[in-house]
């Protein structure tokens, strides 16, 4: 491994030596490890260096690339990958209305992440003229290694997620439009983005590996709200809603996805020692019940036309130790901080779990007969942040989680402790 790294590096020192001033370069070296209670997760870990370089082309051009390895150790299994992540060229187009482009491979996201977070390959074109920001960005899935993609939608998904021989990440079309309004009198900042993907995998594909299940197209309309309340107050709003289309070739059925979620968040920092923080952030997904959804992800439906399930193109998850995916959801998360010292910052979080409706969640532990509670439990995190120099970063995160004793078969509290070591060269 020490060989491997160190080859690394002098290749970018040659490289960096051969393009002078105009290429520029760097690396990241990363360490995850966490233990926790829960059966089938005592131990994990992950290790992943990282190498970027950035060559000016020309005044308007840039070629920027992000690659390289990852180790991970999860339940007594062992997985080795490549991690590529980034490749474009970026500038500005002079002649079409003076927007700047991307192309190639890097991060999608929509205004806020809330829906789309993901690598793809495509293109995003953005023009600006204040106080209107425009962003149209398209792209495609299927090139993308498996262990790069934040994807997880459907059940066809999850098979490929967790296949063995899997290489490539499920194929999926991407369109996202942003827009940005930043002309209020008062400093508030309105956006709106509006997403879709198709699912491009075959009829044949599905009816062969994941019977049963079936391919998933989806539309998003996101419209949200940010700025200040004074001058130590920030807000943060944002509503959606989703429509999509679920079909299964065998047997032939079809359903349509009606779903919407919404979320705020409150900051305050008050002009005290120790820079002192506060926040609440809290936020709905609506979810199907039992009879319309025997499970989470969808390998029992139920004698209906209509799911409800809010189901983002990126997978996303709320929780450290009690983790679970956006979906059927509601919480409460309210986190203080201060800092001791410069290089310190301690933060205490207390983050409360509700499903929206009586129904499925990702865990899948609670089943239909666990009981209509709507409350799933309560966690309590304590996180130390340190970063000793500018380039050297640790974390160290102690969680608990209060399962509600009425729903959870397993009732005992759940722990989990975890370290992340990053640097940066």
């Not at 700047?100 to 003229?129: I, N």
């Not at 590996?209 to 943060?236: K, M, N, V, W």
């Not at 999509?244 to 005290?272: C, F, H, N, T």
């Amino acid at each position: 491994m020490k060989t491997r790294i160190i080859s690394l590096l002098f290749l970018g020192s040659i490289l960096a030596g051969g393009f002078g001033q105009s290429f520029d370069w760097g690396g990241k070296v990363e360490n995850v490890t966490q233990c926790a209670t829960m059966e089938g997760e005592t131990l994990t870990q992950g290790d992943k260096i990282t190498l970027w370089g950035k060559y000016l082309i020309s005044s308007n051009t840039t070629l920027y690339a992000d690659a390289g390895y990852l180790y991970r150790y999860e339940n007594e299994e062992t997985l080795h990958s490549p991690d590529f992540t980034a490749l474009y060229l970026s500038g500005k187009n002079t002649r079409l209305l003076g927007g700047d482009y991307t192309l190639g491979r890097f991060q999608m996201r929509d205004s806020h992440g809330t829906v789309l977070d993901s690598v793809a390959d495509g293109f995003r074109y953005t023009l600006s003229e204040a106080p209107f920001l425009f962003s149209f960005t398209a792209g495609y899935t299927g090139l993308v290694f498996i262990d790069n993609s934040n994807i997880l939608m459907t059940p066809s998904d999850d098979y490929e997620k967790q296949d063995e021989d899997g290489i490539l990440a499920p194929p999926r079309l991407i369109q996202a439009l942003n827009m940005k309004y930043s002309g209020l009198s008062s400093g508030v900042v309105l956006t709106l983005s509006l997403v879709g993907q198709e699912d491009l995998r075959q009829e044949s594909f599905i009816e062969d590996y994941t019977p049963g299940t079936g391919t998933f197209h989806s539309q998003y309309a996101l419209a949200g709200a940010e700025g200040r309340i004074g001058s130590e107050l920030f807000f943060s709003v944002e509503g959606g809603a989703q429509l999509g289309q679920y079909s299964i070739p065998e047997p032939s059925e079809s359903y349509m996805v009606i779903a919407g979620m919404g979320k705020g968040l409150l900051e305050y920092y008050p002009s005290l020692p120790m820079k002192p923080r506060a926040s609440l952030e809290m936020a709905y997904t609506s979810g199907d019940s039992w009879k319309d959804r025997g499970d989470y992800m969808g390998y029992s439906l139920g004698d209906t036309d209509n799911l409800y399930r809010f189901s983002p193109v990126s997978n996303s998850s709320k929780g450290f130790v009690y983790t679970l995916k956006t979906g059927n959801l509601m919480y409460s998360d309210f986190r203080v901080s201060a800092k001791p010292l410069e290089s310190l910052q301690v933060e205490l979080a207390s983050i409360t779990f509700f499903r929206a409706v009586d129904g499925p969640v990702s865990d899948g532990s609670i089943g239909e007969d666990a009981g209509g509670s709507l409350y799933l439990g309560e966690e309590i995190d304590l996180i130390l942040n340190w970063r000793p120099l500018s380039d050297l970063g640790m974390s160290l995160s102690n969680g608990v989680f209060l399962p509600n004793g009425d729903i959870f078969e397993d009732k005992d509290v759940r722990f989990r402790s975890g370290a992340y070591v990053s640097f940066s060269f």
